[in-house]
C-alpha cells in the first residue's frame, strides 16, 4: 500500500536551532518524493521535491531508499519558517495524485 | 499570472442536499485534481482530470463525482450530503507535457459545512 507517514503532528524549537521534520513512506517502486508547506493565511506551495536536489529557503531533503524516508533539515529554524509542512508522494509520473502524510506544525519561537 | 481559482470559498447545506463546487486552472494548466482536507483524514485524493477525461481516482463512494470542460475548468459534484462530507475541497492544477515538473498549484479550497 502507497503510505506516507509524518510522525509528530507538533515540532517546536527556539529560534536558530536546527530542524528536521521526518517523512516516511511506503510504495514498491520509485516513487518521487515532495515537501509541500502552507504558511498562515497562504495556499498550499511546493516546497522542494526530492528529484531536483535543491535547497530552498535553506531547507534540504534526501531521499534514502534504503530507510524510505524523505525528511526535511534546516540548520537554523527562523520565525518565518512556521508553517504546516506536508511530505507528499507521487507514484505514477505526469500524474496529480499525490498522497499526503497527515502534516506536520512547525512552531518557532523567539 | 492568475492562480487556481475556486468557488464558491464558503458554503452551508444540509444533509441530503447536493452540491457542485467549481475551479478554474491556471491558463495552460491541463490537468486539475480535486483532493478533500479534514482535521481527521488530512488530504486525501478524489479525482484527477486531463483533457476531459478522469485519468486518476481516488477512495471515494460514487456520490462524488467530477468533470472537465475543454477550457480546462473543473466541477465536482457530491450528492446527498452527509455529515462527514464536511471539510475544505482543494482543486489543484500542473502544467503536463514538455517542462512538467510535478508541483501542483493549489486554490485556496471551497470550505464545505454540512449540517
Known amino acids: 500500500a502507497q503510505r506516507v507517514t509524518q510522525p509528530e503532528k507538533l515540532l517546536s524549537v527556539f529560534k536558530g536551532a536546527p530542524v528536521e521534520l521526518k517523512c516516511n513512506y511506503s510504495?514498491?517502486?520509485?516513487?518521487?518524493l515532495f515537501w509541500y508547506v502552507q504558511y498562515s493565511r497562504q495556499r498550499l506551495q511546493l516546497l522542494l521535491r526530492h528529484i531536483s536536489r535543491e535547497s530552498i529557503k535553506g531547507f534540504t531533503a534526501d531521499l534514502n531508499k534504503g530507510e524510505t524516508s524523505f525528511h526535511l533539515k534546516k540548520p537554523f529554524a527562523q520565525e518565518e519558517d512556521s508553517a504546516m509542512y506536508y511530505c507528499?508522494?507521487?507514484?505514477?509520473?505526469?500524474?496529480?495524485?499525490?498522497?499526503f502524510g497527515q502534516g506536520t506544525t512547525l512552531q518557532v519561537k523567539p | 499570472k492568475a492562480g487556481v481559482t475556486q468557488t464558491p470559498r464558503y458554503l452551508i447545506k444540509t444533509r441530503g442536499q447536493q452540491v457542485t463546487l467549481s475551479c478554474s486552472p491556471i491558463?495552460?494548466?491541463?490537468?486539475v485534481s480535486w483532493y478533500q482536507q479534514t482535521p481527521g483524514q488530512g488530504l486525501q485524493f478524489l479525482f484527477e482530470?486531463?483533457?476531459?477525461?478522469?485519468?486518476n481516482k481516488g477512495n471515494f463512494p460514487g456520490r462524488f463525482s467530477g468533470r472537465q470542460f475543454s477550457n480546462s475548468r473543473s466541477e465536482m459534484n457530491v450528492s446527498t450530503l452527509e455529515l462527514g462530507d464536511s471539510a475544505l475541497y482543494l482543486c489543484?492544477?500542473?502544467?503536463?507535457?514538455?517542462?512538467?515538473?510535478?508541483?501542483?498549484?493549489f486554490g485556496e479550497g471551497s470550505r464545505l459545512t454540512v449540517l
Open positions: 482530470y486531463f483533457s476531459e477525461t478522469q485519468r
Open positions: 489543484a492544477s500542473s502544467k503536463t507535457g514538455t517542462g512538467y515538473t510535478g508541483e501542483l498549484f
Open positions: 510504495y514498491s517502486g520509485s516513487p518521487e
Open positions: 507528499a508522494l507521487r507514484g505514477s509520473s505526469n500524474t496529480g495524485k499525490l498522497i
Open positions: 491558463s495552460g494548466h491541463r490537468s
